[in-house]
């Protein structure tokens, strides 16, 4: 799978990136050692994540607009 999930936080609260309605409903990643659970549906192409750092890091750590965004129900 070419996908990955983002997650920005800031004066709105927790933000997740928001991914095709035929992505995955169960989505957890192992980040340093512990699985990790994400909200359903919030991968997207690992190209839109790469734009979407490439964007953070540019932008001096404003929120990507190269991808849409959700304020998920469950965190």
Do not use: Q
């Not at 983002?6 to 933000?15: P, S």
């Not at 309605?21 to 980040?31: Q, T």
């Amino acid at each position: 799978m070419n996908v990955g999930a983002l997650e920005f936080y800031d004066h709105r609260g927790n933000l997740v990136t928001v991914g095709p309605p035929d992505s995955r409903a169960e989505v957890g990643y192992c980040i340093i050692g512990h699985l990790t659970e994400f909200p359903p549906h919030c991968e997207v192409s690992v190209n839109l994540v790469r734009a979407a750092v490439k964007e953070f890091c540019s932008s001096g750590g404003m929120l990507p607009t190269c991808v849409a965004w959700e304020a998920p129900e469950i965190w």
